[in-house]
């Protein structure tokens, strides 16, 4: 195998690889209307939109919750939408 095939073999294994996802522990009964300060709620990524929407479901939010940025300097939350 030539030294340039084995290392694209090696960028592609490196993109192939998953992404590991930071486990948060949500808390329970947070109400509608409430954004709860979780660093690893980020906007752009859907697995924490994901999570973030079934906290706020199951804590009683019809319309489920989505990750937002608090503003300059002060983080990231989810937000539980009524």
């Known amino acids: 195998m030539a030294q340039q095939d084995r290392h694209l073999t ?18 329970s009964g947070v ?7 979780v660093e690893q709620c980020d906007p752009a990524d859907a697995a924490a939109n994901s999570a973030c929407m079934d906290m706020c479901h ?19 939350g989810c937000n539980c939408k009524c």
């Open 58 to 76: 199951y804590g009683g939010c019809r319309r489920g919750g989505r990750c937002v940025s608090l503003g300059f300097g002060r983080g990231r």
């Open 31 to 37: 109400p509608c209307g409430e954004t709860i300060p």
């Open 10 to 27: 090696l960028a592609a294994a490196n993109l192939a690889s998953p992404a590991r996802a930071a486990w948060v522990d949500y808390p």
